[in-house]
Each structure stands twice: as structure tokens, then as C-alpha cells.
């Protein structure tokens, strides 16, 4: 089957932005210029935008047309970021995956609440038991890059610092070393889906972005659940790296 014009079209643009032709932040053919360049109708030249959209190599900016992505890919590297140095030492687990590049969280409820069946057993809590719940939006360079929900057992937290918005340095986690749990190995869940309407609005989506959803389970001693972390990532901001040994 021959390829359909579209495809080529976006495939031709694709090379322009990989090959730095086209360099980040730079405004990618309009559709009247890529009818007029490719002699196609305005619906394939519609059809290719869409394409670079959902692979996530362009966003549309209102007022300025669409234009190649410009933001540099957060590098996650799960090892180092949830290595208890890190978060031991006062230092944001965020520290790790930034180089200094600058992180707010513009978003913060914590709250005591009844926990859901689809936690309770992950946390070997009996359903409905109350768990402390942190609700955080994250920004990077002032997009929103990540939404993350934490659920920590109320009897276990409950009159310390992971009750508050800030936690204090280091985060929930030197705040559970405090009092006696400190996290000694992590799990994490990785998938990936199109995002909610909800997850498109907090995240600023553009159409076609996926999200990478990160479910973590953080353990104490003897395997003790200590928390559940369930993230939402806008997938087009994501660089993920996972190091082993042989």
C-alpha cells in the first residue's frame, strides 16, 4: 500500500526537526503553507500536523502558531532520585532529576480521609481505614510536567510534618525516617494511556499527548508499606532511565 500523503508530509517535517532544521522553538509550516508547498488539501496538511502533535515533536501556543518543542526532557532516573542520600540529606528527590533547573508545586491539599479499596490492601490497611492524602501539582520552568497523590496510613503520620503542605526538607520521606519508618526499597507500577479531560486540563495538554502513569510503593523495614504515590506525567516532558547492574 502506498504511503498516504499525509504520513509523508510528516515525515518530511519529522526529518527537519530531528536533523535541527527545524530547532526547538522554531514555528513549524502553517497549514495554508503546507498546502501550497505539497500541493494537498487542507485537510492532509491538517492531518500531518496532528501527527507531529501526538508524537509530541510540536505544541500549538496561542497567538503564535504551532512550533517545535523547546522544552529540554526531564530526565527520571528512578534509582538515583529515590536513593535514601538524596532525601537522607534534606535534599528534594526532584534535586536529582533537574540540575537546577527551577520546580514549584503551585498546587497542595493534604487531607485525612477514608482510604480507597484499590489502596487499602497495597498499605494492609482494612478499607475505608483513614490515610492521610497529599495531592500535589508540579511545575518545571513553569509548565505543569506532573500530578502526584500520596497516601500514607493516618496512624502512622498523623501530628507529624507529612500532615502539612511542606513536609520540611528532604520531604514525606525524612519525615517517616523521623518517626522510626524510613524507607528501605521501592517499588514501581509503569503504564502509559491517553490522558483524562481532567489530567489534559491540569497538565495543559496539547492534543495527542499522551501520560506515563507511575504507581510507587515505598517500603519500611520488613516489608512494612509505608506509602502509595500515584503519579500522572505528562509523557512529552519525560525522559525515563532505569540503570541495573547485569
Do not use: H
Request: net charge neutral.
Amino acid at each position: 500500500m502506498p504511503t498516504p500523503p499525509y504520513r509523508l508530509i510528516a515525515d518530511d517535517l519529522r526529518r527537519r526537526i530531528l536533523d535541527g532544521d527545524l530547532p526547538p522553538g522554531a514555528v513549524v509550516p502553517s497549514e495554508n503553507v503546507l498546502v501550497e508547498q505539497y500541493a494537498v488539501a487542507a485537510e492532509t496538511a491538517r492531518r500531518a500536523l496532528a501527527v507531529l502533535a501526538a508524537e509530541g515533536l510540536t505544541e500549538a501556543r496561542r497567538g503564535s502558531g504551532t512550533r517545535v518543542r523547546a522544552f529540554q526532557p526531564i530526565l527520571r532516573q528512578a534509582g538515583k532520585r529515590l536513593a535514601a542520600a538524596q532525601w537522607g540529606s534534606g535534599r528534594s528527590i526532584w534535586e536529582a532529576d533537574l540540575d537546577q533547573r527551577p520546580m514549584a508545586v503551585d498546587r497542595v491539599t493534604v487531607t485525612e480521609r477514608p482510604c480507597p479499596d484499590r489502596i487499602a490492601e497495597a498499605l494492609s490497611l482494612e478499607a475505608g481505614a483513614a490515610v492521610w492524602v497529599r495531592d500535589r501539582r508540579y511545575l518545571v520552568e513553569g509548565a505543569p510536567v506532573m500530578l502526584a497523590t500520596s497516601y500514607l496510613p493516618a496512624a502512622m503520620v498523623a501530628g507529624s510534618a507529612i500532615t502539612r503542605a511542606d513536609s520540611g526538607p528532604g520531604g514525606t520521606y525524612a519525615r517517616l525516617a523521623e518517626l522510626g519508618w524510613p524507607p528501605v526499597g521501592f517499588r514501581e507500577q509503569v503504564r502509559v494511556r491517553m490522558p483524562l479531560p481532567e489530567e489534559a486540563r491540569a497538565l495543559e495538554l496539547g492534543a495527542g499527548t499522551p501520560v506515563v502513569l507511575i504507581v510507587r510503593f515505598a517500603f519500611a523495614q520488613d516489608g512494612v508499606p509505608v506509602e502509595v504515590n500515584e503519579m500522572t506525567l505528562d509523557a512529552s516532558r519525560y525522559l525515563m532511565e532505569w540503570e541495573f547492574p547485569a
